[in-house]
């Protein structure tokens, strides 16, 4: 019987480098499967973080514009025809930043935020009618009128906190 051990040995020698290089190949395809999901949820949670901050900044922007809106108009009753006059002025500059805060809403925001952000930005296109009026007029009616108006406005500051809260929460538990 010829020495089939030199045989035995090439074939074990050419089957362990088959086998060790498979073994690498496999390794470094999983190795780079792992890196590109390593890769692609780290881009993700940025993109996520990155909406959320862009957003948050744009819901305290409005908030605060809001908030300046009405400030500026409390304590109006009591102003002179003359004195409205400037009020309505400064509620005009003051109304167009709103405006600009709520396009950006209009622009990050989820549908419920971008419809709270609408009726804070109608609602005090509303106050601008009422002063008018008042400025005009400083009636009894007008003053009531504007009045209501004031408070409806007030009261749609918290519906569009809350949908701006639970937005931001939600873009927070996607994480």
């Known amino acids: 019987m010829p020495d089939n051990s030199l045989f035995v040995a090439a074939l074990t020698g050419v ?16 190795n780079a499967r792992a890196a590109r999901v390593q890769v692609d949820a780290t881009t993700e949670a940025q993109r996520r ?6 957003r948050r900044a744009a819901y305290l922007g409005l908030i605060e514009q809001a ?8 304590g109006v ?20 930043q709103l405006r600009r805060a709520v ?16 009726n804070l930005l109608i609602m005090s ?11 005009e007029n400083a009636g009894r009616e007008n ?5 209501e108006t004031l408070r409806a406005y007030i009261r749609l500051i918290t519906p569009f906190v809350d ?11 996607h994480r």
Request: hydrophobic share 40%; aromatic share 2%.
């Open 15 to 30: 089957t362990a480098i088959a086998a060790s290089s498979l073994a690498s190949w496999l390794t470094s395809r999983g």
């Open 49 to 54: 973080e990155s909406t959320r901050q862009t």
């Open 67 to 74: 908030q300046v809106v009405a400030d500026g108009l409390r």
């Open 77 to 96: 009753d009591g102003l002179s025809t003359t004195e409205s006059e400037a009020v309505l002025t400064a509620h005009r500059t003051r109304h167009q």
């Open 103 to 118: 396009t950006l809403i209009d622009l990050e925001g989820p549908s419920t935020v971008q419809v709270a952000a609408s």
């Open 125 to 135: 296109g509303t106050l601008t009618t009422a002063l008018a009026a008042m400025a």
């Open 143 to 147: 003053r009531r009128e504007f009045q």
């Open 163 to 173: 949908a701006a809260a639970a937005a931001l929460n939600e873009t927070s538990a």
